[in-house]
């Protein structure tokens, strides 16, 4: 499976899909960061390869030998990645899926509309694109109407409304901890034995075994939310 992750809007949550929900459950595929500018997945600690939308050459080559890939484009980027993508005849075919994650700004909306229409423009199937809901508080539908009229009303794009992915404080805790929820599950040290068994640590210490223990107990409803968007998308 090869997936890019693009939008024309910053900060809707590209690199949180590409590291926290795409990457753990794709065997470990390569990431592949399309950015100059903003945060990628090497900020959580992941390794990565960057380069810049122009050379898409580059990544095109790459894509063709690889059974499994993760693209994160950023919103910087992408008018010279769908650029070549054009040039590059039939070279959307490579990918087996885009995602373009959207939050319910009014703005977020439009460009996430935007995007699907250039992913269309540039021959990628509508049974190829995909729409990730990221940080909706109650209620989906009215969160993103706008989505929801646009997919109704121009079938350009596959709606998954099970696509959600909830807000949640962890995200940013992680970021500040370069960890991704993965990476903090698979940490196995026993942080309330350490708590019980050192009273005389210092305060600083302490906190941080307190924050770990309160960033895995955030983590692991978050981590069944993701399970269930990634069997949604793949579904």
Do not use: C, Y
């Given at each position: 499976m090869k997936v890019a992750v693009l939008n024309y809007s910053g900060s809707v949550g590209k690199t949180t899909i590409a590291s926290?929900?795409?990457?753990?459950?794709m065997a470990d595929a390569?990431?592949?960061?399309?950015e100059s500018t903003n945060e990628t997945a090497a900020d959580l600690g992941l390794d990565i390869e960057q380069l810049r939308g122009g050379q898409f050459g580059s990544l095109y080559k790459r894509l063709l030998s690889?059974?499994?890939?993760?693209?994160?484009?950023g919103a910087s980027n992408i008018e010279d990645f769908l650029d070549r993508v054009a040039k590059y005849e039939d070279s959307h075919d490579e990918l087996d899926a885009y995602i373009v994650p959207v939050v319910s700004t009014g703005k977020a909306q439009?460009?996430?509309?935007?995007?699907?229409?250039?992913l269309a423009g540039v021959g990628v199937p509508?049974?190829?694109i995909h729409v990730v809901f990221n940080r909706v508080e109650v209620d989906v539908r009215d969160e993103f109407a706008a989505i929801f009229g646009y997919a109704k009303a121009s079938k350009a794009f596959t709606l998954t409304p099970d696509a959600v992915v909830w807000e949640n404080e962890v995200f940013e805790a992680l970021a500040a901890k370069r960890l991704t929820i993965a990476n903090l599950l698979a940490d196995d040290t026993d942080y309330r034995a350490?708590?019980?068994?050192?009273p005389d640590a210092d305060v600083k210490q302490r906190n941080q075994w307190t924050d770990m223990l309160a960033a895995r107990a955030l983590a692991k409803p978050v981590s069944r939310n993701l399970?269930?968007?990634?069997?949604?998308?793949?579904?």
């Open positions: 926290h929900l795409l990457s753990p459950r390569p990431i592949f960061a399309v690889l059974d499994n890939a993760i693209v994160d484009v439009r460009e996430s509309i935007k995007t699907i229409q250039a509508s049974d190829r350490l708590l019980r068994g050192n399970d269930a968007v990634f069997d949604a998308l793949m579904s």
